[in-house]
């Protein structure tokens, strides 16, 4: 392919400084996994070493066992992906005895995802992760689309203090509030999160969306509808975490379509201090590391040597 | 014949070279792909993930059941697809000419497990589940195994599959299409049926079968009925294809009578075909 270069003429590059801190919780490097598209986590083993990620959130927990969706799950939209698993998982008691002991093998920061179906039940799921070892913070999934009631943690201010602060109570780990955009405005829920304690927030779970057969006249999915994510979704999420990262003081998880180095570099610059790989998981199982290797260049290509340089430093007009 | 079943390899995510991709019926081509890292760990019965394109158009990529796998010098050096062009990824795929780079996931999914007492074999393919007939069956001679019977059902002349595309020499290809261009007019269960009246087919022998879920539920009651086990390989639209979106649930029946989903990717593809329940069959049991 290339023509060998002549190394001795380059300058030597800067070293660039990855590492990101969220609270009291430090990362090597801005790049986690999204929740629901990382599996436990092993599946990538084989793929590359998962300890070289900054964090590795894990599939969606709740109290109780549950059997995920009817099928159809899955339909492919363009650029992106309708979801309706449903939060299949084995349940808490049986994740932390068989499940976190291969997790904690695994090397990068574990953030374990919970969702619970009351308020109560949050509080149940994080003393139960919070009394266990090796767990580096909690995501609350206070957003899933496809389960009922899942949505409603996130939409209404009230709801998301009393559940981030039933959280708080119970446990000492850093709290991940993940959030919802299918709100009219997600700066007052970011807010609300961010009073009752959280660490930090998460932006975004899937959009609300419905795709159709309409030689059958019927929905795709098996429940009718399900959550939007991919690479389709991106534009509308750097837009959210934007008004979050001006909004609030703690910091900005960006999540929504990434799939390369430049998709991070528009999070950060849009104020994300670190970000989740999601979707593109699925159809380039590398990628993740992929951008943990490309993300120094592009850092450099703005004469910044940190992330922190980076982030929030978007100049909006007028 | 030993009925060791290898330690799986775990899959990877690899560019490998197209080597050929050439039409075998006015719809159907296959692809050869060197992959000389990974072809050495595909067992029979199971599947890659490719990618066909950089574009995103589509963005995930395409599940395919290994056709064959190509030796050099005895040595496994690449490994072949069977694909009917349908949609925009298998459209893509059909374009590829020789000397591209194609980015694929594997070796994926379970791998067929034969009975160590099994003298004989039948193959019952419906469409395009004729795709991994090939691997299987060179499998089954590799074990010593000759008796091997391969009852191959297509639409029509069009999309019925040259036998020795098919499968290897040495097969007895029985061969059924529904406008009888080639073969009997019908469907595969007429064959079968006959295999079983006249005891060429009997319990005890390997069955492996691939095809569409209307031609499953009518093999599966069939050979049910005359109490002969079956090995079915699957296939579900997939997100990932190693496990991680969930997205390939099918369902099937427990030894304690419960309904439950299963992931077509990583708990299969192959399952015991008379433990699959279909769509309309379902009772309660299963929670949603």
Known sequence: MNATTTQAEAPPEPAVDLSVELGPLKLANPIGTGSGTYGKGVEFQSFYDVARLGCVVVKTITVEERAGNPPPRLAETAGGLLNSIGLQNPGVERYIAEVLPKLRTLGAPLVINIAGHTVEAFGELAAAFGAEEGIAALELNMSCPNVSGGLDYSTDPKVAHEVVARAKDVTDLPLIAKLSPNVTDIVPIGLACQEAGATAVSAINTYVGMAIDWRKRKPILGRGFGGLSGPCIKVLALRLVHRLYQALDIPVIGIGGIQTADDVMEYLVAGATAVQVGTANFYRPNCALEIVEALPGLIRELGATSVRDVVGTLEMPG | ?288
């Not at chain 2, 950089?54 to 050096?77: C, D, E, F, N, W």
């Not at chain 2, 074999?121 to 795709?131: E, F, K, L, N, R």
């Not at chain 2, 079956?230 to 997939?238: G, R, S």
Request: glycine content about 12%; hydrophobic content about 40%; overall charge negative.
């Open chain 2, 1 to 288: 014949m030993s009925n060791a079943t290898p330690e799986l390899a775990p899959p990877v995510c690899v560019d490998g070279e197209v080597l050929e991709n050439r039409w075998i019926t006015p719809v159907t081509k296959v692809m050869k792909i060197h992959a000389p890292d990974v072809a050495p760990g595909m067992q029979p019965g199971q599947f890659v993930n490719l990618e066909t394109t950089k574009t995103l158009v589509p963005m995930l990529r395409r599940p395919m059941s290994i056709h064959k796998v190509v030796k050099h010098q005895g040595i496994a050096s690449g490994f072949c697809v069977l694909y009917d062009v349908i949609g925009p990824g298998t459209q893509n795929l059909s374009e590829m000419t020789p000397g591209t780079k194609i980015s694929f996931v594997g070796p994926l999914g379970n791998m067929i497990t034969v009975p160590e007492t099994a003298r004989r074999a039948t193959i019952i393919a419906g469409g395009v589940g004729i795709g991994p007939v090939k691997f299987v069956a060179e499998s089954l001679q590799e074990r010593g195994m000759r008796d091997i019977t391969v009852v191959y059902g297509a639409r029509d002349a069009d999309h019925s599959v040259p036998v020795h595309e098919a499968m290897p020499d040495g097969c007895r290809p029985l061969l059924c299409t529904d406008d009888g261009s080639v073969g009997r007019k019908g469907f595969v269960t007429s064959w079968t049926e006959e295999l079983i009246e006249r005891n060429r087919l009997t319990p005890g022998d390997y069955v492996f079968t691939c095809g569409p879920h209307a031609m499953f539920k009518a093999v599966r009651d069939l050979l049910g009925k005359h109490g002969i086990a079956a090995e079915a390989a699957t296939e579900e639209f997939m997100g990932c294809g190693f496990g991680v979106c969930f997205g390939c649930p099918l369902y099937q029946r427990q030894p304690d009578g419960q309904v439950e989903m299963k992931l077509c990717c990583v708990d299969g593809c192959l399952f015991p075909l008379d433990t699959l329940v279909f769509e309309g069959e379902l009772e309660d049991g299963v929670s949603a």
